[in-house]
C-alpha cells in the first residue's frame, strides 16, 4: 500500500516545474477527485472551485494522461462522475450534472445575462461566483469583473457569493 502511494505520487510529479500551462500529466488507478483537483492546480497553475457540499470530492476514478489538454482532463472526469464545469480565465469550477430536464416545444429560448461585479468604488471584482438560482448553473467573473450567464428567464434570480464580502 505505501509502495501504491509513493508511486501515485511519483506518478503525478512526473511534469516539469516550468509546464505550469495547460497539458497535464495524471495517472493512477482509484485516485480520489481531491487529489485529482490538487494536481490540477499544481500543474496548471488554474484555481479550481469546487462545492463539498455538492460533489463528494472522495470519489474515486482511474486516469491515465501524459502531457494531455487540460480540457481532456476535465472531461472525462465531468463524464465519469456525473459533473459539469466551466473555466473563465484561470479558473475552473466544477459542480453536479443535473438531469436532462424535458424541454416543450413552446419553450423560450435560454436568455444569456451579462454584467459586471465592481466594489464600492467601482472596481471590478476578479472570481465572484455567480449562480443561476432555477438551473444551479454557474460561472466566475474575469478579470475585469465581467460575467455572462445562461439562464432560463429574463426574470431569473442570480446570486453572487465572494470571500470577504457580505450581501
Do not use: C
Not at 7 to 15: D, K, N, W
Not at 133 to 138: D, I, Q
Amino acid at each position: 500500500m505505501k509502495l501504491t502511494t509513493v508511486l501515485l505520487i511519483i506518478t503525478f510529479m512526473e511534469v516539469s516545474a516550468a509546464s505550469h500551462g495547460q497539458s497535464l500529466t495524471l495517472s493512477g488507478r482509484n485516485v480520489s477527485l481531491s487529489r485529482v483537483i490538487s494536481e490540477i492546480r499544481s500543474q496548471t497553475g488554474y484555481g479550481v472551485l469546487v462545492s463539498t457540499t455538492r460533489v463528494n470530492t472522495n470519489r474515486l476514478l482511474s486516469l491515465n494522461f501524459k502531457n494531455a489538454p487540460l480540457r481532456d482532463v476535465l472531461n472525462k472526469i465531468a463524464a465519469d462522475l456525473a459533473l459539469s464545469y466551466s473555466m473563465e480565465d484561470r479558473t475552473i469550477v466544477i459542480w453536479p450534472r443535473t438531469p436532462a430536464q424535458a424541454i416543450p416545444i413552446a419553450a423560450a429560448a435560454p436568455v444569456i445575462i451579462s454584467g459586471k461585479v465592481t466594489d464600492e468604488d467601482g472596481q471590478p471584482l476578479q472570481g465572484v461566483t455567480v449562480t443561476a438560482h432555477s438551473t444551479g448553473n454557474v460561472v466566475v467573473t474575469g478579470a475585469d469583473g465581467s460575467f455572462k450567464i445562461q439562464v432560463e428567464e429574463q426574470n431569473e434570480l442570480l446570486v453572487f457569493s465572494y470571500v470577504g464580502y457580505q450581501t
